[in-house]
């Protein structure tokens, strides 16, 4: 096909006036009145931006118990397990920006949403605009424009080694000018509300959230989940939630607390009266994924033995439902069961407690149930744990070993009392 070139006079384009101004030919071949292309373009663009943000959608964090991103542990069937006691909101696992890019078919299962789930987000990370503006656009035209999420949430508050050093998670909270440049391009290719979730600094001393809460209006986020510890404190002594409260009184957009929520009174204490929209909930779900049920009725719940065989049966359907009742996915489904278990077995029943409530930071002293089975719940081995599975999936294959991949079992002691010491594999912390 030949290309038709413009004839010039005197030196000058004949199809643009002097002023650089597009013309167009009449219907006689006659000129007539210039169309400035710059302003076409601009008009274009506003009417985008209108249309996009008339279009966005709107969720309402207020009062709705939030489970947090969990990565591995935070799959599709333990999600509808916690839908199934009480959670309002769910996400799913992290998912890294560049692997979504490249098409990998298991970075994209983990944006998968369950029909069950009602109000569901996707959680990516990255460190890079380009790259994460670039995820935004394809999460927006295959996942949001189907249905697929309710919201997208960045996480920046990750402190994994691995997600760091790539300058993603955490190390954005020393780079403020790059957070708001990921801020701002993935908002404005959503369709859907953009949240972050963060921590109050990369150091200790250093404590920085609550200069950035009040620009994020500005920056087209909808609302912020903030952990209270900073990434030099991992999970080390308690969340401070006086900082997170003082930090929501001055956010420009609703702030969800995170951190040490295990009982219906941490819940009430930490929302009711303070600013805080609600509590996003991680390790207090994973331990006892009732605590939904707990909150919402206010009343420490006694759970049986039985009662938690059954929880584990449901997820023991759900996962074969989920990952295949093949080989694979049923050593799939007792990989994920197992790295479970190795948060559940914290749990101490509330029928044995002296004092209630507990703590999330106090360790678990060792203990005989009320029956053989809460006593095998209550096992620290992992040998214990693939029993566990073995009464519901069928004996492991020869050879089998497990070894927890978060260490949950692991504590150290903090300044203000025992901590989990190794809990760097959890994408959203609470």
Same mark, same amino acid.
């Given at each position: 096909?030949?290309?038709?070139?413009?004839?010039?006079?005197?030196?000058?384009? %004949?199809?643009?006036?002097?002023?650089?101004?597009?013309?167009?030919? /009449?219907?006689?071949?006659?000129?007539?009145?210039?169309?400035?292309?710059?302003?076409?373009?601009?008009?274009?663009?506003?009417?985008?931006?209108?249309?996009?943000?008339?279009?966005?959608?709107?969720?309402?964090?207020?009062?709705?118990?939030?489970?947090?991103?969990?990565?591995?542990?935070?799959?599709?069937?333990?999600?509808?397990?916690?839908?199934?006691?009480?959670?309002? +909101?769910?996400?799913?696992?992290?998912?890294?920006?560049?692997? $979504?890019?490249? /098409?990998?078919?298991?970075?994209?299962?983990?944006?998968?949403?369950?029909?069950?789930?009602?109000?569901?987000?996707?959680? +990516?990370?990255?460190?890079?605009?380009?790259?994460?503006?670039?995820?935004?656009?394809?999460?927006?035209?295959?996942?949001? %424009?189907?249905?697929?999420?309710?919201?997208?949430?960045?996480?920046?508050?990750?402190?994994?080694? $691995?997600?760091?050093?790539?300058?993603?998670?955490?190390?954005?909270?020393?780079?403020?000018?790059?957070?708001?440049?990921?801020?701002?391009?993935?908002?404005?290719?959503?369709?859907?509300?953009?949240?972050?979730?963060?921590?109050?600094?990369?150091?200790?001393?250093?404590?920085? *959230?609550?200069?950035?809460?009040?620009?994020?209006?500005?920056?087209?986020?909808?609302?912020?989940?903030?952990?209270?510890?900073?990434?030099?404190? &991992?999970?080390?002594?308690? *969340?401070?939630?006086?900082?997170?409260?003082?930090?929501?009184?001055?956010?420009?957009?609703?702030?969800?607390?995170?951190?040490?929520?295990?009982?219906?009174?941490?819940?009430?204490?930490?929302?009711?009266?303070?600013?805080?929209?609600?509590?996003?909930?991680?390790?207090?779900?994973?331990?006892?994924?009732?605590?939904?049920?707990? +909150?919402?009725?206010?009343?420490?719940?006694?759970?049986?033995?039985?009662?938690?065989?059954?929880?584990?049966?449901?997820?023991?359907?759900?996962? $074969?439902?989920?990952?295949?009742?093949?080989?694979?996915?049923?050593?799939?489904?007792?990989?994920?069961?197992?790295?479970?278990?190795?948060?559940?077995?914290?749990?101490?029943?509330?029928?044995?407690?002296?004092?209630?409530?507990?703590?999330?930071?106090?360790?678990?002293?060792?203990?005989?149930? &009320?029956?053989?089975?809460?006593?095998?719940?209550?096992?620290?081995?992992?040998?214990?744990?693939?029993?566990?599975?073995?009464? $519901?999936? /069928?004996?492991?294959?020869?050879?089998?070993?497990?070894?927890?991949?978060?260490?949950?079992?692991?504590?150290?002691?903090?300044?203000?009392?025992?901590?989990?010491?190794?809990?760097?594999?959890? %994408?959203?912390?609470?």
């Amino acid at each position: 096909m030949g290309v038709k070139t413009t004839s010039r006079s005197n030196g000058k384009c %004949s199809g643009f006036d002097e002023a650089g101004t597009k013309r167009r030919k /009449g219907e006689n071949g006659g000129i007539t009145e210039g169309i400035d292309v710059a302003e076409v373009n601009a008009v274009e663009q506003n009417a985008f931006r209108r249309m996009n943000a008339r279009e966005k959608q709107t969720v309402d964090f207020s009062d709705k118990l939030y489970l947090a991103p969990l990565t591995t542990v935070g799959n599709l069937p333990f999600r509808r397990v916690c839908k199934g006691l009480g959670a309002d +909101i769910t996400c799913g696992e992290m998912a890294m920006c560049t692997n $979504l890019l490249q /098409g990998q078919p298991n970075e994209w299962a983990l944006l998968r949403r369950h029909p069950s789930e009602d109000l569901f987000g996707v959680q +990516i990370c990255g460190g890079y605009s380009d790259s994460v503006a670039r995820c935004s656009q394809l999460i927006d035209d295959v996942i949001v %424009s189907q249905g697929g999420c309710d919201f997208v949430d960045i996480n920046m508050g990750c402190p994994i080694d $691995l997600v760091c050093n790539k300058g993603g998670g955490s190390m954005l909270l020393e780079r403020h000018n790059r957070m708001e440049q990921i801020a701002r391009s993935a908002s404005s290719l959503l369709s859907c509300p953009l949240t972050l979730k963060t921590r109050t600094g990369y150091y200790d001393n250093k404590r920085v *959230a609550h200069d950035i809460v009040p620009k994020l209006k500005d920056w087209g986020v909808a609302a912020v989940t903030l952990h209270g510890r900073s990434r030099q404190q &991992r999970y080390s002594r308690l *969340a401070d939630w006086e900082y997170i409260k003082n930090t929501a009184n001055v956010s420009s957009v609703p702030l969800i607390g995170n951190g040490d929520v295990f009982n219906f009174r941490d819940y009430e204490k930490n929302v009711e009266g303070t600013g805080v929209m609600t509590c996003m909930i991680a390790r207090g779900a994973l331990i006892k994924p009732w605590i939904f049920t707990e +909150i919402k009725e206010r009343r420490d719940w006694d759970i049986s033995a039985t009662e938690r065989l059954d929880m584990l049966k449901r997820f023991a359907a759900y996962g $074969l439902e989920h990952w295949g009742s093949d080989e694979r996915g049923v050593e799939n489904t007792r990989r994920f069961l197992l790295e479970w278990l190795s948060f559940l077995h914290r749990y101490i029943p509330v029928g044995l407690l002296e004092v209630v409530p507990t703590g999330i930071h106090q360790r678990p002293p060792s203990y005989v149930g &009320r029956n053989e089975l809460e006593t095998l719940f209550a096992s620290t081995q992992a040998e214990d744990w693939v029993k566990i599975t073995t009464m $519901l999936l /069928g004996p492991p294959p020869a050879g089998f070993n497990f070894v927890p991949k978060h260490k949950s079992n692991a504590y150290g002691a903090g300044e203000k009392g025992a901590a989990l010491a190794d809990f760097d594999g959890l %994408s959203a912390q609470g």
